[in-house]
C-alpha cells in the first residue's frame, strides 16, 4: 500500500499532498515539512531510499523519492510495494505529467494542483496502484477533459 | 430562473477562481495568513450562493487551502452539494475536496450514501470512477456495508475501467467491513483471470494486500497465481505475484521447491531489476522455508548471494540499498554464505549514504565472530565519534549492543572489554538509549559474575561523575544508566574498593535532580551500602566509624524524604526511620550489622521476562469457576441499598485462587516429580532449549578465574577499551602457543592409536578460550513451563478481522446486505442479480432446478474453481510448469491402490459380527484389505488388491531409518508415494464416490465428509441427493427445515467425464467407537436417448482415525501430559514387517493423523487430539522384525479401537 504521495520543491513548499491514511491538517503539514528535511539533506547520488520517517507508519514504511529539477516526489509505502517498481511508478506520473501539460514546470503544478491530482487519480487509488500503463492513463484523462469541455459548452 | 443562471454566471466571472487564488498567495507573502483569511470569508459567502457553479469553484479553491494545511471540514456539507451537482465537473471537484478531507469522523458523511450509490450506477463511466476513488479515500463501515453489493456488482462492469477500480476499491471495503470479504471472494478471484490486464493486475493487487496480512487462508489459489507467474509479461504483476509466493512459501515448504526453478530462470531470463529484486527475495524466502528440510539448494543460495554482491558493487545507489536489504535476509539462515562478503560490508560502513550505512550495520549482526568482534567494535565506535545527527549515533548504539549481546553474548571473550565500552557509550550526548546500557550494565553484572567486581569499580565510578551525565533531562537519556551504577554498587557492595566514598557519592544534593525512579533506586541502594560499610566497621571494630556512618545517613536522607515523587519519598521515609532506629541501638553499643545486612541477605537471580506468563495453570484449578455461588439477581438487588461493599467482594473472589490450592500444587509437584523418575515410559528429551533453562548450571563447581586486575582501572575521560583490543591480542598469541605445544603432545599421543578428541584444535575463532571463566546464569523459569512462541498479536490490528476462511461454502448469514431502494434507477445495471445467484447456488438448496441458466452459470463457476480446489495434490504433481489439471478424478484412483486403511481396519474389527452382509452389499466394498485368516471366497480379491499394494507400496528406496532424532512434525514423506487421504466409497457404471474425513477442531464433536463424485458415464448426472440414514451416535448437519428423511442435495451437476467434491457435516456424539452410516445417492442420468433414475448406495465409515486432528506437541507438554497418571495405557504388537522406521512412522502420520514428538533411533513417540479434546499418547518401537505400539489415552475405548485400527495398518507394511 501507498500510504501518502507528496509533492514539494526545493523549498519545501508542498505542491501536491495525497494522503491515503487520515491524518489531522495540521500532522499532515508535519510529516510534509519532517520529509521535506529527510529528504533535502540527500545529495542527488545518493539511494532514493529512506527509512525512519518518525511520524508515518513505522518500521514498516519507507520512504521512496525522486528529485526533478525543483520538485521532490515522494512515496511513502510499505513493504508490500516493490521499491524499484515504486520509483518507476513516480516516473510513470512524472512522465504522464509532462504528456498531460506538455512540459510540465512546477508552475503547471502550482496552478493547477486540480488536474494533478485527477492524473494522480488515475494512477494510484486509495494507496494503492492502479494503472502503469502512460498511454492508458492519458486516454482516460483525456477522454475526461473531453467530457468537461462538452459540459463548459453546453453552459457556455 | 433564467435571470438567476445569467446573474449567477456574471458573479462567476468576477470571482476569484483557484489561479486568482494561487496568484494571490504568491503577490502576499509578507501577510499571506491575512490574505488566505480573507480568501476564506469569500469562499463562505461564495458557497452560501445557490449557484453551484460557483459552489464548486469555491470547494476548489478549499481544496487547495488544505493542501496548505487549513483545516476545511466546516464545508462538509457544501461539498456534498458539490458531489451531487449533475455535472462530471463538479462532480469531480466535490469528490477530491471529499477525498482530501473527509474522514471517519466527519458525520455528514452518512448523507452521502444514496448519492454515492447513485453515481456508482450512472450511466456514464466517469460519473462511476470518480465515485469510486473518491469513495477509496473516506469510505467507512457503513459506507462499506451500505454500499458492498453495489460495488461487488460493478466487478462485473462492461467497461474495464471501472471493474478495475472495483476491484480495487474492494480492498478497502473488505477492511471496513470484512463480512463482505467471503461473499465477494469468487468474483475477485474470477478477476484474476480478467482479460483486461489492468483489472487483473488489480484483483492481483487486492489478493497479494489480502494474503500479506493473513497468507495460510490463500494456499489455495497458489496453483492459480503460479499459472499467472508463468505466462504474465506485465513485470507489475509479476512483482505482486512473486512477493506474495514469498509470504505464502513460509506456509507450504513443497510450494517452495515447485517455485525455485521457475523463478531461477527469471532471474536468468529477465533485464528488469525490479523483477530480478523480487526474485532473488522470494527465493531467498523459498530457501529460508526449506533450510530445515533439505540443504542441498546451495546452487540457488549460491546465485542468489552472487546477483546480490553485482547489485551492491553496482554503482546504481539504489541497487546497492536493496541488495544490502536482501543479503540481511539470507544471514538469517545461511550466514556462512553472507560472511564470505564481509569485504564488502564492511566497505558499506563508509559509505557517504546513510541508507546504505544503516543497511551495513544491520549485516554486521551476522558477521561478528569471536575473533573479529572486538575490531569490528572498534570501528563502530570510530563511527560513533564521527557521527552527525543523534538517529545515525542511537543506531550505531543500538547496533553495538545488539552485535555484542546477541546469542547470550556468545561472541564476547573479555567482559572487562564490553563494560569499558558501555562506559564509553555514556559519554555519548543527547542518546536515547540510555535504558539500553542500563540494561546491558545489570545484565552483565548479574550474570557474569566473573565481572562483578570490575563492574562495580566502574560503576562508582560513574556515580563519582555522575554530575556530567545527570545535565541530560531528556527521557530514556543517558542518566538512565545512573540506575544501573546506582543498583550495581548497591546489590554488590561487598566488590566495593571505596565504599564510603560511594556512599557519599550517592547522597549528594545534585542527586535530587534526577527522574523519580533513578532517586528512588539510590535510596533503596544506599541502604545496602550502608549495611555492608556498617558490618566493615563493626567487625575492624570500630564503633565510631559505624555511628559516623549513621549520622551521615541521617543527615542526607531527609533531602529524600522531601521529594515530589511519592516512591521516593516512601522509601526514603521508612529507611530514615530504620536508619534513626539503629542510631539508638548504636548509642546503647548494640552491634547491628549483622541484622541490617541480614535485611538484603540472599542473591536476586535473573528471571526471564516470560517467566510470568509460562507458570502453567496447574489442573483442577479452573480460573473461571465460581468459588462462591453468585448470589442471584433478585437478592443482591434487594441488598444494593445496604451493602456497598458487598459487591465488590464478591466480584474478587473469581480470580483468587485458594490457599489450600498452592499446597495441593506443591504437593502434586513433588509427586509428579518422583513419578517422572520412575516412569519409563517418560522419555527424557535431548536438551531442548527450553530445558536448559531448568539446569541452571551449579555456581559451585565451575572454578572462577581470578581476574588479573593489573589494568589500571580508572581512566576517567579517556577511552579505554581500545587497551583491550591490545591486551586480548597478545592473550590469544599466548593461547595459541601453549595449544600448539599441547597438541603437538597430543599428536605423539593419538600415533598410539587411541582417538581421544573427536576435534582437534584449530585455529578456529571458536577455540579462542574466554578471558574470565564466564557462567552466565540462565534466566530462571518457572518448572514445568509450557513452551509457547506464539507471539500475542496484537489485538487491535485491523488485518485480523480479515483473516477468514476463504474455502469454506457461504452460509446463509453472510449475504451482502442489498439496499431496497425507493428509487428504481438504483437498480437499473442488469447485473445486480447475479450476486444473489451466486450466494444461492453455493449452498444447498431444493429450488436448484428452477433456472437451468443459473445452474449453467454456476456449473462454470465451479469448474473453475475447482482448479485451484486441491492444492495438496497440485503441489505433489512434478512437472511444474503444467497447469493444475482437474484433480478430482485421478485421486480417487490413488485411494483405490492405497488408501483404503482406515476404512478397512475397521471392517476388521466388524466383520464377524457382520458376516454374510458384506457379501450382499455387493461392489462398494470390493477393494476389502486382506486378512490374516481369510475366508475362501474372498482370496482372489485379496491377493489381487495385495499384489497391487506391494507394487504401489514399496517404498524406493526403502532405507533404513536415519539415527538421528527427529521432533515435532511428521517425519519427511518424500520417500513415500504419493498418497491420498480419499478412499473409494462406492461406484458403478456412472458414478464413482471417494470420501474423506475430516475431524474439525473449531466444532465439538463434528467431523467434514468430503464426496468427491466423478461421473464415468456420457450422461449428465444432476438432481444428485445424498440421504443417509442417521444412527443414534452420528448425524447429519441438514439445512435447516429439512427432516431426517429427506435427501441433501449435491450442489452441482456432473457432465460427462467431470468429478466434484462436496462436503457435508456430521454430528458424532461419541467417538470412541468406529461407525457406520448406511446412505443412498439417488441421480437423474440424462442423455441424448433420455433420463433415466438411478441409485447407488453406500456405506459411510467413521473410523476412530477419522477424529483425531494431527496437532503437534513438544516434547515437554508431551512428558507432562503422561505423567499427569490420568491417561489409560494399552498396546499391541505387529510382527513381520520389513518397511523402514521412516516410513512407518509416516504412514501412522498420514493415516491415523499423528505426529512424531520425538524420535530416537528405532523408537518415537506420538501424539494426537481427538475432535473432543481426549489427548492421544504413542510409544512406537521397532524391532527387528516387529513393531511395538504403546498408547496412551483418556479414554480406553477410544485407545484399543485406534491401536486396532493401527494394527490392521501396520499389518500391510
Not at chain 1, 98 to 125: A, G, P, S
Not at chain 2, 93 to 100: K, R
Not at chain 2, 130 to 146: I, K, M, N, Q
Not at chain 2, 389 to 407: A, H, N, P, V, W
Amino acid at each position: 500500500m501507498i500510504q501518502a504521495i507528496l509533492v514539494f520543491n526545493n523549498h519545501g513548499k508542498p505542491r501536491l499532498v495525497r494522503f491515503y491514511q487520515r491524518f489531522p491538517e495540521e500532522i499532515q503539514q508535519q510529516i510534509v515539512r519532517e520529509t521535506f528535511h529527510l529528504v533535502l539533506k540527500r545529495d542527488d547520488n545518493i539511494c532514493n531510499f529512506l527509512e525512519g520517517g518518525s511520524l508515518i507508519g513505522g518500521s514498516d514504511y519507507k520512504l521512496i523519492y525522486r528529485h526533478y529539477a525543483t520538485l521532490y516526489f515522494v512515496f511513502c509505502v510499505d513493504s508490500s510495494e516493490s521499491e524499484l517498481g515504486i520509483l518507476d511508478l513516480i516516473q510513470v506520473f512524472v512522465e504522464t505529467l509532462d504528456k498531460c501539460f506538455e512540459n510540465v514546470c512546477e508552475l503547471d503544478l502550482i496552478f493547477h494542483m486540480d488536474k494533478v491530482h485527477y492524473i494522480l487519480q488515475e494512477v494510484v487509488m486509495g494507496g494503492m496502484v492502479l494503472e502503469t500503463n502512460m498511454n492508458e492513463i492519458v486516454a482516460q484523462i483525456e477522454a475526461q477533459n473531453r467530457l468537461e469541455k462538452s459540459e463548459d459548452q453546453v453552459l457556455g | 430562473m433564467a435571470l438567476k443562471m445569467v446573474k449567477g454566471s456574471i458573479d462567476r466571472m468576477f470571482d476569484k477562481n483557484l489561479q486568482d487564488l494561487v496568484r494571490g498567495i504568491r503577490n502576499h507573502k509578507e501577510d499571506e495568513a491575512k490574505y488566505i483569511s480573507q480568501c476564506i470569508d469569500e469562499i463562505k459567502q461564495e458557497l452560501k450562493q445557490d449557484n453551484i457553479a460557483v459552489k464548486a469553484n469555491a470547494v476548489c479553491k478549499l481544496t487547495y487551502l488544505q493542501m496548505l494545511g487549513y483545516d476545511i471540514s466546516w464545508a462538509a456539507f457544501n461539498i456534498i452539494e458539490v458531489m451531487s451537482a449533475s455535472k462530471f465537473t463538479f462532480k469531480r471537484i466535490g469528490y477530491l475536496a471529499a477525498s482530501q478531507s473527509f474522514h471517519e469522523g466527519t458525520d455528514v458523511i452518512m448523507l452521502t450514501t444514496n448519492q454515492i450509490r447513485k453515481d456508482l450506477s450512472s450511466p456514464s463511466q466517469y460519473d462511476t470512477g470518480v465515485a469510486l476513488t473518491g469513495l477509496s479515500c473516506f469510505v467507512t463501515p457503513d459506507l462499506a456495508r451500505d454500499l458492498a453489493n453495489d460495488i461487488m456488482t460493478l466487478m462485473s462492469h462492461t467497461k474495464p475501467y471501472i471493474r478495475k477500480k472495483a476491484v480495487l476499491i474492494m480492498y478497502k471495503v473488505f477492511l471496513k467491513y470484512p463480512e463482505s470479504l467471503r461473499p465477494a471472494f469468487p468474483r475477485l478471484k474470477e478477476k484474476l483471470e480478467d482479460p483486461d490486464p489492468g483489472v487483473q493486475s488489480a484483483a492481483v493487487n487486492v489478493i497479494c494486500e489480502l494474503a500479506r496480512r493473513n497468507p495460510k487462508n490463500y494456499l489455495s489459489l497458489a496453483p492459480l497465481f503460479f499459472k499467472l507467474m508463468t505466462s504474465s509479461t506485465n513485470n507489475w504483476v509479476l512483482i505482486k505475484i512473486i512477493k506474495l509466493f514469498g509470504a505464502l512459501t513460509p506456509l507450504e515448504p513443497r510450494l517452495g521447491k515447485k517455485l525455485i526453478e521457475p523463478l531461477t530462470n527469471l532471474i536468468h531470463s529477465t533485464s528488469a531489476m525490479s523483477l530480478l529484486y523480487e526474485c532473488v527475495n522470494t527465493v531467498i524466502a523459498v530457501l529460508i522455508s526449506l533450510s530445515s528440510g533439505m540443504p542441498n539448494h546451495s546452487a540457488s543460495i549460491q546465485l542468489c548471494v552472487q546477483k546480490l554482491r553485482i547489485l551492491i558493487e553496482d554503482s546504481d545507489q539504489n541497487l546497492k540499498y536493496l541488495g544490502l536489504l536482501a543479503m540481511s535476509k539470507i544471514l538469517k539462515t545461511h550466514p556462512k554464505s553472507v560472511q564470505s562478503h564481509k569485504d564488502l560490508i564492511l566497505q558499506c560502513l563508509d559509505d557517504k549514504d546513510e541508507s546504505i550505512r544503516l543497511r551495513a550495520l544491520d549485516l554486521l549482526y551476522g558477521m561478528v565472530s569471536k575473533k573479529n568482534l572486538m575490531e569490528i567494535v572498534k570501528k563502530l565506535m570510530t563511527h560513533v565519534d564521527k557521527a552527525e545527527g543523534t538517529t545515525y549515533r542511537d543506531e550505531l548504539l543500538t547496533k553495538i549492543i545488539d552485535i555484542c549481546s546477541q546469542s547470550n553474548y556468545q561472541y564476547i571473550t573479555n567482559f572487562e572489554w564490553y563494560i569499558s565500552i558501555l562506559v564509553e557509550l555514556t559519554r555519548l550526548e543527547g542518546t536515547r538509549h540510555g535504558h539500553l546500557i542500563a540494561a546491558q550494565m545489570l545484565d552483565v553484572a548479574i550474570r557474569v559474575k566473573a565481572i562483578r567486581k570490575f563492574a562495580v569499580s566502574q560503576m562508582s565510578a560513574l556515580l563519582d561523575s555522575a554530575h556530567l551525565l545527570a545535565s541530560s533531562t531528556q527521557r530514556n537519556g543517558i542518566c538512565e544508566v545512573l540506575y544501573a551504577a546506582a543498583w550495581i554498587c548497591g546489590e554488590f557492595s561487598e566488590h566495593l574498593q571505596e565504599p564510603h566514598h560511594t556512599l557519599e557519592a550517592m547522597l549528594r544534593p545534585r542527586v535530587t535532580t534526577l527522574p523519580g525512579h533513578i532517586q528512588a533506586v539510590y535510596v533503596q541502594n544506599v541502604v545496602k551500602l550502608y549495611a555492608s560499610i556498617l558490618q566493615q566497621k563493626e567487625q575492624a571494630g570500630e564503633a565510631e566509624g559505624a555511628q559516623a556512618v549513621t549520622q551521615l545517613m541521617v543527615d542526607r536522607l531527609p533531602q529524600f524524604v522531601q521529594s515530589a515523587d511519592l516512591e521516593v519519598q516512601e522509601r526514603a521515609s521508612c529507611i530514615l526511620q530504620l536508619v534513626k532506629h539503629i542510631q539508638k541501638l548504636q548509642a546503647k553499643d548494640v552491634p547491628v550489622a549483622e541484622e541490617v545486612s541480614a535485611l538484603f541477605a540472599g542473591e536476586l537471580n535473573p528471571v526471564a521476562p516470560k517467566a510470568q506468563k509460562k507458570v502453567p495453570v496447574p489442573e483442577g484449578l479452573d480460573l473461571d469457576a465460581w468459588i462462591n455461588e453468585p448470589l442471584s439477581d433478585s437478592e443482591s438487588e434487594d441488598e444494593r441499598p445496604r451493602a456497598v461493599f458487598h459487591e465488590e467482594e464478591q466480584r474478587r473472589p473469581k480470580h483468587r485462587p485458594s490457599e489450600a490450592d498452592e499446597e495441593e500444587l506443591a504437593r502434586r509437584r513433588e509427586a509428579r516429580k518422583q513419578e517422572q523418575a520412575n516412569n519409563p515410559f517418560y522419555i527424557k528429551s535431548s536438551p531442548s532449549p527450553q530445558k536448559r533453562y531448568q539446569d541452571t548450571p551449579g555456581v559451585e563447581h565451575i572454578p572462577v578465574v581470578q581476574i588479573d586486575l593489573s589494568v589500571p582501572l580508572k581512566v576517567p575521560g579517556l577511552p579505554m577499551s581500545d587497551q583491550y583490543v591490545k591486551l586480548e591480542e597478545e592473550r590469544r598469541h599466548r593461547q595459541k602457543l601453549e595449544k600448539d605445544k599441547r597438541r603437538k603432545k597430543r599428536k605423539e599421543k593419538e600415533k598410539k592409536g587411541k582417538r581421544r578428541h573427536s576435534s582437534l584444535p584449530t585455529e578456529s575463532d571458536e577455540d579462542i578460550a574466554p578471558a574470565q571463566q564466564v557462567d552466565i546464569v540462565t534466566e530462571e523459569m518457572p518448572e514445568n513451563a509450557l513452551p509457547s512462541d506464539e507471539d500475542d498479536k496484537d489485538p487491535n490490528d485491523p488485518y485480523r478481522a480479515l483473516d477468514i476462511d476463504l474455502d469454506k461454502p457461504l452460509a446463509d448469514s453472510e449475504k451482502l446486505p442489498i439496499q431496497k431502494h425507493r428509487n428504481t434507477e438504483t437498480s437499473k445495471s442488469p447485473e445486480k442479480d447475479v450476486p444473489m445467484v451466486e450466494k444461492k447456488s453455493k449452498k444447498p438448496k431444493k429450488k436448484e432446478k428452477k433456472h437451468k441458466e443459473k445452474e449453467r452459470d454456476k456449473e462454470k463457476r465451479k469448474e473453475k474453481e475447482k482448479k485451484a480446489e486441491d492444492l495438496d495434490f497440485w503441489l505433489s504433481t512434478t512437472p511444474p510448469p503444467a497447469p493444475a489439471p482437474a484433480p478430482v478424478p485421478s485421486t480417487g484412483e490413488l485411494s483405490v491402490n492405497t488408501v483404503t486403511t482406515p476404512k478397512d481396519e475397521c471392517e476388521d474389527a466388524k466383520t464377524e459380527a457382520q458376516g454374510e452382509e458384506d457379501d450382499a452389499e455387493g461392489q462398494d466394498q470390493d477393494k476389502k484389505s486382506p486378512k490374516p485368516k481369510k475366508k475362501k471366497h474372498r482370496k482372489e480379491k485379496e491377493e489381487r488388491t495385495k499384489g497391487k499394494k506391494k507394487s504401489k507400496k514399496q517404498p524406493p528406496g526403502s532405507e533404513e531409518a536415519a539415527g538421528e532424532p527427529v521432533q515435532n512434525g511428521a517425519p519427511e514423506e518424500e520417500q513415500l508415494p504419493p498418497e491420498s487421504s480419499y478412499s473409494l466409497l462406492a461406484e458403478n457404471s456412472y458414478v464413482k464416490m471417494t470420501c474423506d474425513i475430516r475431524g474439525s477442531l473449531q466444532e465439538d464433536s463434528q467431523v467434514t465428509v468430503a464426496i468427491v463424485l466423478e461421473n464415468r458415464s456420457s450422461s449428465i448426472l444432476k438432481g444428485m441427493e445424498l440421504s443417509v440414514l442417521d444412527s443414534l451416535n452420528a448425524r447429519m448437519a441438514r439445512p435447516q427445515g429439512s427432516s431426517v428423511h429427506d435427501g441433501v442435495p449435491v450442489p452441482f451437476q456432473l457432465p460427462p467425464g467431470v468429478s466434484n467434491e462436496a462436503q457435508y457435516v456430521f454430528t458424532i456424539q461419541s467417538i470412541v467407537m468406529a461407525q457406520k452410516l448406511k446412505g443412498t445417492l439417488s441421480f437423474i442420468a440424462k442423455n441424448d436417448e433420455g433420463a433415466t433414475h438411478e441409485k447407488l448406495d453406500f456405506r459411510l465409515h467413521f473410523s476412530c482415525s477419522s477424529y483425531l486432528i494431527t496437532t503437534p506437541c513438544y516434547s515437554d507438554a508431551f512428558a507432562k501430559l503422561l505423567e499427569s497418571g490420568d491417561l489409560s495405557m494399552s498396546s499391541v504388537k505387529v510382527d513381520g514387517i520389513r518397511m523402514s522406521f521412516q516410513n512407518l512412522l509416516a504412514k501412522i502420520c498420514f493415516h491415523h493423523h499423528f505426529s512424531v514428538v520425538e524420535r530416537v533411533d528405532s523408537c518415537a513417540s506420538m501424539y494426537s487430539r481427538s475432535i473432543q479434546g481426549h489427548h492421544v499418547c504413542l510409544l512406537v518401537k521397532k524391532g527387528e522384525n516387529s513393531v511395538s505400539v504403546d498408547g496412551k489415552c483418556s479414554d480406553s475405548t477410544l485407545l484399543s479401537n485406534l491401536l486396532e485400527e493401527m494394527k490392521a495398518t501396520l499389518a500391510k507394511c
